[in-house]
């Protein structure tokens, strides 16, 4: 398993262009698939719309203590694109005058920006109704500077959402790394013990899970009863809700894809699992994904795939609601992956 | 006609089955979707039934299919493999029960 990132080893799919040409090319040039702006279209759902926004979803930076083999941000220890105190003071301002509901932390592991807890601290202040950080777990117990990350999540009343590919620890450090299973379960334990997760507890931990394959989740409702189930039994562990989501043909999973030689039978299985009901709610349509430099993207992955939203407004700094409302959101075909079966999004299922 | 018997893009095509006779494709289907819903046995273990019985009747599709089924719902490789063992032991334990017929018919001719 790669330790490093893409961008790292000098791989041609860290360069977005590149990995642009793969989506459009082969089978969706010669018609064998429909492009997603065809198959949109044939529902009448072309142009995609942004309606009313929802969610601000942060990315503080690629930097994470993890290489996990389908990172779609392709993540690691060697990434050094990390928010400034600047631009997180833009966003504090924007965060401040939003009518989005939800904030959303993420990265990388966003706990590894040094001013992390500073931002945190600011942006709870502002009192947005829910405040997400998508925290790894394994940084919890990564280093002891880390390790009160629990008690501090809980005096901010931080919505902790975490992945968790399986419960079996093979299939989890298959698709994370060595130890990552056994640090994940210590750092439930922590959660829970401080109430996270708990029947009842207004300390939400939510868990996310992706499919080790070249295969689409099923069922979030079984999953998230499975989950739980062997979660309790084998380690007493609880959790309130599974978010099962999608991987998406990018980065290092469309990396995994190609040197496995099930790029297009992939693409396949997404394009067949097509689900119009899914496209009314894709998150791109209430979502805005600001990046760790400050510019503004319909979702992480175009923020990855450098594909900047449609707007004269283009960085936070010149953030303008009004003006970013009703844009025509960027699609490629990467994005029949949250539209497949019961769709998918940072908060799982949409359909 | 093709160069081998099989060929994974069938699969995809099941459907098809039923443009020669729409009425019975549909009712067949119908009662596939059925038969795979959750009742008194979750939808887990029928994709485990449906994987052991696939090596059973050695389908390819039916093994491709249910694979790809079982990793979807998180059903691991050791679950997997345990239902085709199930299936082994049963197909294996069905060869060697008639060795009973043959002990009876032995032991009726020889004196």
């Given amino acids: 398993m790669a330790t490093t990132s893409l961008h790292k080893r000098e791989s041609e799919l860290a360069n977005s262009k590149r990995q642009l040409e793969i989506l459009s090319n082969g089978i969706f040039q010669s018609g064998d698939l429909p492009k997603f702006s065809e198959k949109i279209a044939e529902t009448n759902q072309f142009p995609l719309k942004a309606k009313t926004l929802e969610v601000l979803q942060i990315n503080v930076g690629y930097m994470c203590n993890q290489v996990c083999q389908h990172c779609h941000v392709d993540a690691g220890p060697d990434r050094k694109e990390i928010m400034t105190k600047e631009t997180m003071l833009q966003c504090l301002e924007v965060i401040k005058k939003t009518g989005a509901h939800t904030l959303d932390l993420t990265g990388g592991a966003p706990e590894m920006n040094p001013n992390f807890r500073w931002f945190v601290d600011e942006a709870s202040k502002v009192g947005i109704k829910d405040f997400i950080v998508r925290s790894n777990l394994t940084i919890i117990k990564a280093n002891k500077r880390f390790a009160d990350l629990p008690e501090f999540f809980k005096s901010h009343n931080v919505h902790v959402v975490s992945s968790m590919p399986h419960w079996t620890r093979g299939k989890t450090d298959k698709q994370r790394g060595s130890g990552v299973f056994n640090q994940s379960i210590e750092a439930l334990k922590e959660l829970n013990a401080i109430g996270y997760g708990m029947p009842d507890s207004n300390l939400r931990l939510d868990l996310v899970y992706n499919p080790s394959g070249a295969f689409l989740p099923s069922s979030q409702t079984s999953l998230e009863r499975d989950f739980k189930k062997a979660l309790l039994e084998d380690f007493n562990i609880q959790f309130h809700n599974l978010f099962a989501i999608t991987n998406l043909p990018i980065s290092r999973f469309l990396d995994y894809l190609i040197a496995s030689d099930n790029y297009e039978d992939y693409m396949y299985s997404l394009v067949e699992a097509y689900n119009p009901a899914a496209v009314k709610n894709v998150m791109c349509t209430n979502t805005l994904s600001v990046s760790w430099d400050g510019y503004l993207y319909d979702c992480d992955f175009n923020q990855m795939l450098e594909l900047p939203v449609n707007s004269a407004v283009k960085h936070i700094s010149d953030y303008n609601e009004d003006l970013l409302f009703n844009r025509d959101i960027v699609i490629s075909q990467h994005c029949y992956g949250c539209t497949a079966g019961a769709g998918s999004s940072c908060q799982g299922s949409v359909a | ?111």
């Fill in chain 2, 1 to 111: 006609m093709q160069k081998t018997y099989y060929d994974p893009a069938d699969l995809k095509k099941f459907g098809k089955i039923s443009d020669w006779n729409e009425e019975l494709g549909k009712k067949f289907f119908d009662y596939y979707g059925k038969v795979f819903e959750e009742g008194a046995l979750s939808e887990r273990e029928k994709s485990l039934i449906a994987l052991a019985v696939a090596h059973t009747i050695q389908c390819p599709y039916c093994i491709d299919a249910y694979t790809g089924d079982g990793l979807q719902r998180g059903i691991t490789k050791e679950e997997m493999m345990e239902a085709l063992h199930v299936a082994a032991a049963i197909r294996g334990g069905a060869s060697l029960v008639h060795g009973v017929q043959m002990m009876n018919k032995v032991n009726k001719l020889e004196m």
